[in-house]
């Protein structure tokens, strides 16, 4: 039986559709379709498709080491749908437990997460400027890149305190096809309600490595160079967060370093095998500054687990996802030793 696609499929269902309509295809040509040259994200969509019954699939009958595809119609998976009876339905509003790393996709994940419950979303999107991910595509156009990412944000909304913040890193574009994607988003996030109550400048320190000078020394067409991120802080519904001041365990140092929004921070070295992960300081501020000891902490698109690994270290709770497996393996490796180094501590102060 079918069930919904989320957008990101459908996406790639339509192109598909488009191409191939009726016809059998292989997993060689739909890669094709995508642009997809290691056929990582291919084999993730025809996966996926499949599961949610809008593909059928057989062994190729002249290598049957290999499969061959073809997909429903849209009248029939509509048909399907309609036909099904609501209790053989996937049981997707299972709710998701706290402090577990999740792998799959953040829209349908995040269905799942109960609306006002979530004390600050804290998150680096893809950037969509292809970068190699495991099996994301870093390459939708602006405007299907947008559109995704608004659903995003809504459900980011619904699930945060009224009050619960939610803390969005971008970088500036490149040069040569410079978008604002900042603003954007800033304007989509107003669009939505969100309170837009300050910017972090995250001053990466990297000018030292610059060869992009553009007109050297000439002001025909000079440069200039994105040595910043930018991290966008949005409140729901009112400034204040409610909590117990005991759980409020910023130091006075800590608090007067953090509020001021210029932060020195040189990017992560320890890559942990993802190619944009957080520096572990920059997510500690945020969760210092912007949430309680036993709040919970949001990353929707969690990567090597910088988030759930700081918010076990400072004793909030988390919830991580993302599409790679490889990412969310790391993830767990790093809590765990986030987890080892907090009994640690504990232990340490204890006997101390
Ligand atoms: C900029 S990286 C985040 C890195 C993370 N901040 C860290 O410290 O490792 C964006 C992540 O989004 C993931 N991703 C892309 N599409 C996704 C989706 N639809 N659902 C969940 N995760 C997704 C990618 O696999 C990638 O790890």
């Known amino acids: 039986m079918a069930s919904a696609l989320p957008s990101w499929l459908m996406q790639r269902y339509a192109k598909f559709l488009e191409k191939f309509d009726g016809d059998w ?56 749908m309609a036909a099904s009876p609501r209790e053989e339905r996937p049981a997707v509003f299972e709710p998701l437990e706290l402090n577990q790393i999740y792998c799959g996709d953040c829209l349908d994940l995040m269905k799942r997460i109960p609306s006002d419950s979530v004390h600050l979303a804290v998150t680096s999107p893809p950037y969509n400027v292809g970068i190699a991910y495991d099996n994301h595509k870093d390459t939708l156009s602006y405007d299907e890149y947008l559109d995704w990412l608004k659903e995003v944000w809504a ?71 994105p040595s910043w991120e930018y991290v966008l802080v949005f409140s729901k519904d009112k400034w204040r967060l409610d909590g117990d001041p005991k759980n409020a365990d910023v130091t006075k140092e800590e608090f007067m370093k953090f509020s001021d929004g210029m932060w020195y921070i040189p990017p992560e070295t320890q890559r942990n095998g993802h190619p944009a992960p957080f520096p572990e300081e920059l ?34 709770n988390f919830m991580h996802m993302d599409l790679s497996k490889e990412y969310c393996k790391t993830a767990d490796r790093r809590v765990n030793e986030a987890k080892g180094a907090l009994k640690q501590t504990k232990l340490l102060l204890a006997t101390a």
């Open 283 to 316: 997510i500690y501020r945020l969760i210092k500054f912007y949430t309680y000891r036993g709040n919970t902490v949001l990353d929707m698109f969690g990567g090597s687990g910088t988030v759930a690994a700081v918010a076990t270290k400072t004793g909030r």
């Open 155 to 225: 459900e980011t909304k619904r699930v945060l305190v009224s009050g619960g913040r939610f803390a969005l890193n971008i970088a500036p574009t490149g040069i040569n096809d410079f978008k604002p994607v900042h603003h954007d988003f800033a304007s989509q996030l107003r669009d939505l309600g969100m309170i837009f109550r300050t910017e972090i400048i995250w001053y990466k320190q990297t000018m030292l490595k610059r060869t992009a000078w553009g007109s050297w020394k000439s002001p025909a067409n000079p440069h200039i160079i």
């Open 25 to 80: 295809f292989d997993a060689s040509d739909a890669a094709k379709i995508l642009e997809d040259s290691d056929q990582n994200l291919t084999n993730v969509v025809l996966s996926e498709l499949r599961k949610k019954g809008w593909l059928v699939t057989e062994l190729n009958p002249e290598d049957n080491r290999k499969r061959l595809y073809r997909l429903k119609s849209p009248s029939a998976v509509i048909r399907e």
